[in-house]
T-cell receptor
Framework: GENVEQHPSTLSVQEGDSAVIKCTYSDSASNYFPWYKQELGKGPQLIIDIRSNVGEKKDQRIAVTLNKTAKHFSLHITETQPEDSAVYFCAASEETSYDKVIFGPGTSLSVIP | GAVVSQHPSWVICKSGTSVKIECRSLDFQATTMFWYRQFPKQSLMLMATSNEGSKATYEQGVEKDKFLINHASLTLSTLTVTSAHPEDSSFYIC?????????????FGPGTRLTVL
């Protein structure tokens, strides 16, 4: 089955700086890679996703890149703000009849004002 | 759009009792819903996948007789933790996929905090 690794586990940045979180996956058949933001005590919120036929996707301050050959994908947050502080999870699809996703272990991001 | 709710948001129960958690898609129909469990400072672990009108598919290591899942309609799935014990205390989160959606996008509920005394 799919295995997703994520680095770093914790990340502190100054407000206004950029943050980068990297993930690797094991199943070359995976074709869907979402990123979720989870605030304390809440459910995950989809912030951006990318599919295997695309190498990069942007949405305002957030961008995701995908390297299928190397089986890794990254989340880039620019001009970070204190409200970006949360736990971020990457995930990768697993090819089953229900297309479930497997989550990485998470990255706790702290944006220091 | 694509809002998922869970009820209750938190519950405290005595050891040995059963607890039911509801997951509803409020503004869309969901043929597939997923149930996750999350322990403190850990990632989400998929417990089971439920499809409307059929039996749930459980992940390896998840006891199907302990975690009963019912997906009776296109907007409601329920998870019942039977004979709950303190080790079942966790954050339970559901997600739903839009019926007919060709993508894999899952929309998550706010979670239910279960504490078993």
């Amino acid at each position: 089955g799919e295995n997703v690794e994520q680095h770093p586990s914790t990340l502190s940045v100054q407000e206004g700086d950029s943050a980068v979180i990297k993930c690797t996956y094991s199943d070359s058949a995976s074709n869907y890679f979402p990123w979720y933001k989870q605030e304390l005590g809440k459910g995950p919120q989809l912030i951006i996703d990318i599919r295997s036929n695309v190498g990069e996707k942007k949405d305002q301050r957030i961008a995701v890149t995908l390297n299928k050959t190397a089986k890794h994908f990254s989340l880039h947050i620019t001009e970070t703000q204190p409200e970006d502080s949360a736990v971020y999870f990457c995930a990768a699809s697993e090819e089953t009849s229900y297309d479930k996703v497997i989550f990485g272990p998470g990255t706790s991001l702290s944006v220091i004002p | 759009g694509a809002v998922v709710s869970q009820h209750p948001s938190w519950v405290i129960c005595k050891s040995g009792t059963s607890v039911k958690i509801e997951c509803r898609s409020l503004d869309f129909q969901a043929t597939t819903m997923f149930w996750y469990r999350q322990f403190p400072k850990q990632s989400l672990m998929l417990m089971a996948t439920s499809n409307e009108g059929s039996k749930a598919t459980y992940e390896q290591g998840v006891e199907k007789d302990k975690f009963l899942i019912n997906h009776a309609s296109l907007t409601l799935s329920t998870l019942t933790v039977t004979s709950a014990h303190p080790e079942d205390s966790s954050f339970y989160i559901c997600s739903a996929r839009l019926a007919g959606d060709l993508t894999d996008t899952q929309y998550f509920g706010p979670g239910t905090r279960l504490t078993v005394l």
